[in-house]
């Protein structure tokens, strides 16, 4: 008995060698469009779709597959006597194999704001062939990956039955997952167009990048998942297996990191905020910089620079213990120095400036994921808002409340504890010297108690707080921030303001000769 395969897909990797080998099993070839085409110009015999059904392709191609003698073929139950009576009286046969993948909606999405042509790019007859070949698994072989062909081939000539049921199960949920999150993109699509993006239902799709040793704890499992392709395509990881609280460090510090532009900087993550950073005239000083802050909490954290690691900094850092290093590339002499210590782990992210989503340029900087949205996982569902966003002149543009006005000098590191403040976890005082983080306390119930734990911080580690700026993620509540701040020297504040109390805030700012100014945008991290 002949056996038929359809071959209709967007993605048209390897698709001539696929064919060729199905071919050689025996499958004739059925197929549409340009698929048909490219199948056509590499010599390959496939018929179109319509001369198998009679029926003409219609509406600009938006029929073409939806035919009982299309999904009849592909969902009568081969085990089935009235099925099988039914696919007879019907001159059905039997399709076995369908390799088809979807239109790439994503993409005419970030390419096209034409609503028209946006509508068009929604696939509908091959979504419907997968849908069917896939709820036919016991019989149908689904394929929806060019990764897959190889493995689908030497399934299909071993023709042991009950492996060939297993692996096409597996096949059945990779085609329903690749399902599945084309509606998901089409339909968030749709809620962000029309309804601002809070729609009555909201999707969080991700690929699975990599499995992780376990959770934020031994006793849960983990996995790294991504909406977009970015973890996939441009982190490498080089040394060691990153974890599960790794990856939510290294999170934060390209978070940080990419707010820099492309200024020498170095950033320490430990448990997701920050305690060290600098900006130097070149990356060893501030590397060096970063570690005044808060050198003992340093230890075993997530260290990240913006440029190529070379040996010299490599032998700067062997001498104190990070856990993960992050850099925009390394070079192989150096790698070579990190695989002596067993514990270092080692990650680059890769410069591409074709990628819209990556920060970079050839000499620093480094690709980094800004998502437009974030979510939050609550017991019973999620928190969903746009990403929070701190806008490149939020400091130069902030209204000076004071008598004193802030030199250019302390307006840069207020710009600095500004943007470390934003992604430090509330409530949070970020105190900065020299383009340094000279002192920090965050995730306190109480801003004067965070207050208190940076300036302690300071005096244990010997950092003099003399002349640095501060900023607060959001409003002083009471002068008293003030009045601490004003005994360790602090010059210039920045806020957000909006206190009932601002003008106590402002006089005790005025007492104390220090500057202020207020931002009138807060900056809360929970």
């Known amino acids: 008995m002949q056996k038929y395969a359809i071959i209709s897909v967007s993605d048209k990797s390897n698709i001539e060698s696929f064919t060729k080998k199905l071919i050689d099993l025996g499958y004739k070839i059925l197929s549409t469009g340009g698929t048909l085409q490219v199948l056509k110009q590499y010599g390959i015999e496939a018929s179109d779709i319509s001369s198998y059904t009679y029926t003409e392709e219609m509406f600009d191609g938006r029929v073409k597959t939806l035919h009982p003698k299309i999904h009849g073929g592909i969902l009568f139950r081969r085990n089935n006597d009235k099925d099988i009576a039914q696919a007879i009286k019907a001159n059905i046969v039997s399709i076995d194999v369908v390799c088809v993948n979807l239109y790439q909606f994503h993409k005419t999405i970030q390419r096209s704001n034409d609503f028209d042509e946006i509508i068009e790019d929604i696939d509908i007859g091959g979504h419907t062939?997968?849908?069917?070949?896939?709820?036919?698994?016991?019989?149908?072989?689904?394929?929806?990956?060019?990764?897959?062909?190889?493995?689908?081939?030497?399934s299909l000539s071993k023709k042991d039955h009950l492996e060939l049921l297993e692996f096409r199960k597996e096949l059945m949920i990779k085609a329903f997952n690749h399902i599945a999150q084309y509606d998901c993109i089409i339909a968030n699509y749709m809620n962000e167009k029309f309804k601002d993006g809070f729609g009555e239902k909201k999707f969080i799709v991700g690929s699975c990048v990599m499995q992780t040793n376990y959770g934020e704890n031994p006793h849960q499992k983990g996995a790294?998942?991504?909406?977009?392709?970015?973890?996939?395509?441009y982190l490498h990881i080089h040394k060691g297996n990153i974890s599960f609280n790794n990856l939510i460090d290294i999170n934060a510090a390209l978070k940080i990191i990419r707010a820099f532009g492309d200024s020498h900087c170095a950033c320490i993550i430990k448990h997701g905020n920050p305690c060290g950073f600098a900006i130097r005239n070149d990356i060893i000083s501030a590397y060096q910089g970063a570690m005044i802050c808060d050198s003992v909490s340093a230890y075993g954290g997530v260290l990240a620079i913006n440029t190529k690691l070379d040996i010299r900094l490599a032998q700067e850092i062997l001498k104190n213990y990070a856990e993960v290093v992050v850099c925009r590339d390394i070079d192989l002499e150096a790698l070579e120095m990190f695989k002596t210590k067993k514990r270092i782990k080692i990650v680059t992210c890769s410069l591409d400036r074709t990628n819209s989503n990556c920060t970079s340029n050839h000499l620093v900087g480094f690709c980094a994921p800004s998502d437009a949205w974030n979510f939050k996982h609550i017991e019973g569902g999620f928190v969903y808002q746009q990403s929070d966003k701190i806008e490149s002149n939020e400091v130069y543009?902030?209204?000076?409340?004071?008598?004193?006005?802030?030199?250019?000098?302390q307006k840069l590191d207020l710009d600095i504890a500004y943007k470390l403040a934003a992604f430090t976890k509330s409530n949070c005082v970020v105190f900065v010297k020299d383009k340094t983080l000279v002192a920090i306390g965050m995730g306190m119930t109480s801003r004067v108690d965070a207050m208190f734990a940076a300036i302690k911080k300071a005096k244990e580690m010997s950092v003099n707080l003399n002349d640095s700026v501060l900023a607060s993620e959001a409003f002083f509540p009471f002068k008293d921030s003030i009045e601490?701040?004003?005994t360790v020297g602090v010059s210039a504040i920045i806020e957000?303001?909006?206190?009932?109390?601002?003008?106590?805030?402002?006089?005790?700012a005025n007492r104390r000769n220090i500057a202020l100014y207020f931002s009138g945008k807060r900056h809360f991290l929970h």
């Open 224 to 233: 790294l998942y991504e909406t977009e392709n970015f973890y996939s395509k």
């Open 397 to 409: 543009d902030a209204k000076l409340v004071s008598n004193k006005v802030a030199e250019d000098s």
């Open 484 to 486: 601490l701040a004003s």
């Open 496 to 508: 957000p303001g909006g206190s009932i109390r601002d003008n106590e805030v402002i006089d005790e």
């Open 129 to 154: 062939l997968i849908r069917a070949a896939a709820k036919n698994f016991q019989d149908v072989t689904v394929v929806v990956d060019p990764n897959s062909y190889e493995e689908v081939i030497q």
